[in-house]
């Protein structure tokens, strides 16, 4: 079965960094376009950012561009979320999302991780 | 960006009832449209994809339709299992973006 398992949330300050980490098993890593979608707490869904599976494409949310940086190592078969320049408005659970189907980025995210926490306080 | 609009915000229901929530795209987006199911304390779960393919492992009780700009999630006999809330989502342009969500609550 399928396995997302993300890690590396915590509490930063404003202004800091964080590196999420997505560590993947059970299928073929290399052969999957990999997204990140957050939750702020009691809010709706909000797509971050994307990696296409052969590393060539990627896409940003406007609120984060230019300060996160979605990047995979296949030979550690790990999806990274690297976040700077925090803001209070970046707290959520952070989750990874697979592509439904390899080869293609169609942009239906099937399966999910369980998320991480991540805190920027005022 | 594209915006997408979900009606109704949270909706009271029985088990048994029919449920039917629209979602709608600021600009044309064809068929790229996806619908998940997110429980409480837990990650969404895709149900629908490209509008209307039912996602394997997925109650055939959901089902999707619409194209361009109007879409429609129906629950046809809602179920214990299926009080959550429902995302749609646009697939078509970056950035994606997904609805508000509607809850679906017990009546």
């Known amino acids: 079965q399928v396995q997302l398992v993300e890690s590396g949330g915590g509490v930063v300050q404003p202004g800091g960094s964080l590196r999420l980490s997505c560590a993947a098993s059970k299928f073929t890593f290399n052969s999957y376009s990999m997204h990140w979608v957050r939750q702020a707490p009691g809010k709706g869904l909000e797509w971050v950012a994307v990696?296409?599976?052969?590393?060539?494409?990627?896409y940003y949310a406007d609120s984060v561009k230019g300060r996160f940086t979605i990047f995979r190592d296949n030979s550690k078969n790990t999806l990274y979320l690297q976040m700077s320049s925090l803001r209070v408005e970046d707290t959520a659970v952070y989750y990874c999302?697979?592509?439904?189907?390899?080869?293609?980025?169609?942009?239906?995210?099937?399966?999910w991780g369980q998320g991480t926490l991540v805190i920027v306080p005022s | 960006d594209i915006q997408m609009t979900q009606s109704p915000s949270s909706v009271s229901a029985s088990v048994g009832d029919r449920v039917t929530i629209t979602c709608r795209a600021s600009q044309d987006i064809s068929s790229w449209l996806a619908w998940y199911q997110q429980k409480p304390g837990k990650a969404p779960k895709l149900l629908i994809y490209a509008a209307s393919n039912l996602q394997s492992g997925v109650s055939s009780r959901f089902s999707g339709s619409g194209s361009g700009t109007d879409f429609t999630l129906t629950i046809s006999s809602l179920q214990p299992d299926d009080f959550a809330t429902y995302y749609c989502q646009q697939a078509g342009r970056y950035p994606l973006t997904f609805a508000g969500g509607t809850k679906v609550e017990i009546k």
């Open positions: 999302a697979r592509e439904r189907s390899d080869y293609v980025t169609r942009n239906w995210f099937d399966p």
């Open positions: 990696l296409s599976y052969d590393g060539r494409d990627e």
